[in-house]
Every structure is written in C-alpha cells, then in structure tokens.
C-alpha cells in the first residue's frame, strides 16, 4: 500500500522560497508508473491544482503558478518536491500531495488520484 507525507516548514517569510517534500512509502518509485501532484487549499477556499510530473519526469504547471513553481521526483529517495518560489501570505495553505495512475490536468478532487497525503499546513508571515 502506498502512502504519501507531505513534510516542510509550516511558517516561511514573504518572498522567500517555500521547499516541500512528500515521502512516499509503501513501494519504490521508481517501479511505480505514476503522476504525482500537488494540490493546496488556502483558509476557507477550495482545493487548487498546482502542478504535476510523470514518471518521466515531464511536468506541467498551473498557469497561475508557473512562474513560481517547480516539482521535481528523486527515485533515489523516494520523495517528490515542490518548490514555491516570492511566497506572499495569499500562498497560505494546506498543501497536499497525490498520485495516480492516469493524468487528468488540474484534477482536484480526491477520487481523481489513486493516493492522497495527510497534507501539510504553512504559513506566510513575518
């Protein structure tokens, strides 16, 4: 059984760089033929895709978001990252991350990903 955890700092100044990691458990990677994805959900809104990459590691983005998002995957250590870059407190949110099987862009709901993290709260603030 695969499991997903979502890990980084909960709290991060405005304009730095936000790094998240999810550690996937369960099964190595690298066999699995998966999209990973990350999806967050600021205080009090709904759920916002933010981007994906496939077990080739091709990625796509949330237009929204492209110029200051990147996600990566490392087989190696079996974890897949994000990286938020000049977060702005509107960037608060519960951040998850998810896998599938099958590549639906922009999916947000949970019945779209074979695999759901707890997800991990952080803040912008000084």
């Known amino acids: 059984q695969v499991q997903l955890q979502e890990s980084g700092p909960g709290l991060v100044k405005p304009s730095q760089t936000l790094s998240l990691s999810c550690t996937v458990s369960g099964a190595f990677m690298a066999t699995l033929f998966y999209y990973w994805a990350w999806i967050r959900q600021p205080p009090g809104k709904g759920l916002e895709w933010m981007g994906v990459i496939s077990y080739i590691s091709i990625t796509y983005y949330s237009p929204s978001l492209k110029s200051r998002t990147s996600i990566a995957r490392d087989t190696s250590n079996n974890h897949v990252t994000l990286t938020l870059r000049s977060v702005t407190p509107e960037d608060r949110a519960v951040y998850y991350c998810?896998?599938?099987?099958?590549?639906?862009?922009?999916?947000?709901?949970?019945?779209?990903?074979?695999?759901w993290g707890q997800g991990t709260q952080v803040t912008v603030s000084s």
């Open positions: 998810a896998a599938s099987r099958t590549f639906i862009l922009g999916a947000t709901t949970k019945d779209s990903y074979d695999y």
